[in-house]
């Protein structure tokens, strides 16, 4: 994934813009560099479009991120991952310097990004001085295990893969079984046309 092409905001693009998606595409484009046919930059105009509403933006310090991932499970047992921390802290400075402090009375949404298990050994760093050695294993177990997609059976199951170089090539290997389980259960359908 190309993280300079952030494919996950062409959703948030496509809502903010009143679901244009000509436009939408220009920016995509944009972001990969092959922008055709428009006679404007259409990144001047997300820029303009989320200052408006959107009228702050923070960055922090990776201390900063530990110390907000280790907050969050010390004190609403809560795993994040570093990019969600980053989110956490800002929404905590924004409402802290508007009004003091927090308050239940106004929430505070903030956009949770990826899964704790995608960086691990950054959980345990912030995480391993609040977690008691008994329960380590549990804790590894329940945020820093990667988890698969159930599937679209009466039953609900989810495939859980080992942490480590290994998860890669297992996760892929779930896949190419579904594809093919997909794949032979359509072949065995003789209901639905052939392509």
């Given at each position: ?21 000509d ?59 570093p ?37 691990s ?15 380590l ?6 945020w ?33 079984k ?8 359509y ?9």
């Amino acid at each position: 994934m190309d993280i300079q092409a952030p494919y996950n905001m062409e959703r948030f693009f496509w809502l903010i813009f009143d679901q244009n998606t000509d436009f939408v595409k220009s920016v995509m484009e944009s972001f990969e560099g092959k922008q055709r046919g428009y006679h404007f930059d259409p990144l001047i105009h997300v820029k303009t479009r989320f200052q408006s509403i959107i009228p702050k933006c923070y960055m922090t310090s990776d201390e900063n991120i530990l110390a907000t991932i280790k907050y969050f499970y010390h004190n609403y047992d809560y795993v994040c991952c570093p990019h969600s921390a980053c989110a956490l802290y800002a929404g905590y400075e924004y409402f802290t310097l508007q009004h003091g402090k927090l308050s239940e009375d106004v929430p505070v949404i903030c956009i949770a990004t990826a899964h704790p298990s995608k960086f691990s050994e950054i959980v345990m760093q912030a995480c391993s001085s609040v977690i008691e050695p008994e329960d380590l294993s549990n804790f590894k177990k329940q945020w820093l295990t990667h988890k698969a997609l159930p599937q679209d059976t009466d039953k609900e199951y989810f495939h859980v893969l080992p942490n480590g170089p290994q998860w890669e090539q297992d996760w892929e290997d779930i896949l190419k079984k579904d594809i093919q389980k997909v794949n032979q259960n359509y072949a065995n359908d003789s209901t639905k046309s052939k392509l």
